[in-house]
């Protein structure tokens, strides 16, 4: 079963723009990660962001964490045509088996 | 340095027919994983190996669903018989320790499955 879901579940904006999802989970969690997939293709990662962690930044993206809320968010700033693709947060629970538990995704489309 | 490796890319089989997955993944990674991605869904955990040991298959259906990882290097996923319901995605990824608490996945490029 899934984790949980992120919001929304679709977005469309135009190049230049800044682009938000939401993600939120269900149990306590040793980490959190991001990860993108292009249509017809595997997830690539895009960001780790740990328990006592509550912000991280790595070139454009920018992640928060709130495990109060168990919710975590993605920007996206200064968007571009080739970021159109579907995100997913991942959490990697904690005290249970190691492995990644996907949300059901953002998909994501930048007009040109 | 190559990354995970999936074949067939494509596979379009009839219902009841039996069908194998095969997956390489990073040279060294000790964990292996299998997913099955859904369409508009998230990926779901299949199985997990460390090396040769499947350690979680909590989430394979054994009725029809079989895996190994011969000398914890490359795996086959196998579905015999198929069912129409197994159309997805079937994704393969490793990582490096056996634990992805401190370090990300990696992923190959999948399998799509469809069942007619």
């Known amino acids: 079963s899934q984790q949980g879901e992120e919001d929304p579940q679709a977005l469309s904006i135009q190049e230049g723009e800044n682009a938000t999802m939401n993600c939120s989970y269900k149990?306590?969690?040793?980490?959190l990660q991001w990860y993108r997939q292009n249509s017809g293709r595997g997830l690539v990662h895009l960001i780790l962001?740990?328990?006592?962690?509550r912000e991280k930044h790595s070139g454009r993206l920018r992640v928060t964490l709130d495990t109060s809320k168990k919710s975590s968010s993605l920007l996206i700033t200064a968007s571009r045509a080739a970021d159109t693709a579907s995100y997913f947060c991942a959490t990697c629970p904690s005290g249970g088996p190691d492995k990644l538990i996907f949300g059901t995704g953002t998909r994501l489309q930048v007009f040109p | 340095e190559a990354g995970v490796v999936q074949s067939p890319r494509y596979k379009i089989i009839e219902k009841k027919q039996p069908v194998a997955f095969w997956c390489n993944p990073i040279s060294g990674h000790n964990t292996l994983y299998w997913y099955r991605q859904n369409l508009g869904q998230g990926p779901e955990l299949l199985i997990r190996?460390?090396?040769?040991?499947?350690?979680?298959d909590s989430q394979l259906p054994k009725d029809r669903f079989s895996a190994e990882r011969l000398k914890g290097v490359d795996s086959t996923l196998k579905i015999q018989p198929a069912e129409l319901g197994d159309s997805a995605v079937y994704l393969c990824?490793?990582?490096?320790?056996?634990?992805?608490?401190?370090?990300?996945?990696?992923f190959g490029q999948g399998t799509r499955l469809t069942v007619v």
């Open positions: 149990t306590s969690i040793n980490n």
């Open positions: 190996y460390e090396n040769e040991e499947a350690v979680d």
């Open positions: 990824a490793s990582t490096p320790l056996t634990s992805t608490e401190n370090t990300e996945a990696f």
């Open positions: 962001i740990r328990s006592n962690e």
